[in-house]
Antibody, heavy 118, light 107 residues
Framework: EVQLVESGGALVQPEGSLRLSCAAS????????MHWVRQAPGKGLVWVSR????????SYADSVKGRFTISRDNAKNTLYLQMNSLRAEDTAVYYC???????????WGQGTLVTVST | EIVLTQSPATLSLSPGERATLSCRAS??????LAWYQQKPGQAPRLLIY???NRATGIPARFSGSGSGTDFTLTISSLEPEDFAVYYC?????????FGPGTKVDIK
């Protein structure tokens, strides 16, 4: 059974940093593109970042470029999102998503809440 | 960035009725469109990919059609568990984008 379990969400002050993790199991993690998608409270879905299967290629939404870094450790079956210089508008549930046909999401984690506030 | 527009914003229907949801892209995306269902407090679930292909385990009452800029998700006969928010998503160009969603609620 495919499982994606996010962790690391927390309350953080503006300009602070946070690292999210996503532990994957039930599939060959190193064969899949992986993504982070976020959803602000009561709002729609926004694609944040993606990384290819070996970690050599990454992409970011303009809103997070230069502040967020996606990475993966295929030996540990874990996806990461390092978030720096956090802003109030980064407040959201962050979902870890397995890529299907690379750029669709067929399995989603339960999400982890990041709140940026004083 | 490719903008996706969904209509209507809310669709009020009764169980057993047919639901027709629309998604329009700001430029041609060929057939590179997916549909997701999201229920309150849950992660989205992939229903349809490449405009018309049902994802694994998705019931046959869900169907998708369209290409280019205009797409439709049809639920042939609404079941109680189908009342949710539906999002379309394009994978034609980065950044990947979602539509704002259509809420299907009980009339």
């Amino acid at each position: 059974e495919v499982q994606l379990v996010e962790s690391g969400g927390a309350l953080v002050q503006p300009e602070g940093s946070l690292r999210l993790s996503c532990a994957a199991s039930g599939f060959t993690f190193s064969s899949y593109w992986m993504h982070w998608v976020r959803q602000a409270p009561g709002k729609g879905l926004v694609w944040v970042s993606r990384i290819n299967s070996d970690g050599s290629s990454t992409s970011y939404a303009d809103s997070v470029k230069g502040r967020f870094t996606i990475s993966r450790d295929n030996a540990k079956n874990t996806l990461y999102l390092q978030m720096n210089s956090l802003r109030a508008e980064d407040t959201a549930v962050y979902y870890c998503v397995r890529g299907f046909s690379i750029n669709y999401g067929d399995y989603w984690g339960q999400g982890t809440l990041v709140t940026v506030s004083t | 960035e490719i903008v996706l527009t969904q209509s209507p914003a809310t669709l009020s229907l009764s169980p057993g009725e047919r639901a027709t949801l629309s998604c329009r892209a700001s430029q041609s995306i060929s057939s590179y469109l997916a549909w997701y269902q999201q229920k309150p407090g849950q992660a989205p679930r992939l229903l349809i990919y490449d405009a018309s292909n049902r994802a694994t385990g998705i019931p046959a009452r869900f169907s998708g059609s369209g290409s280019g800029t205009d797409f439709t998700l049809t639920i042939s006969s609404l079941e109680p568990e189908d009342f949710a928010v539906y999002y379309c998503q394009q994978r034609s160009k980065w950044p990947l984008t979602f539509g704002p969603g259509t809420k299907v609620d009980i009339k």
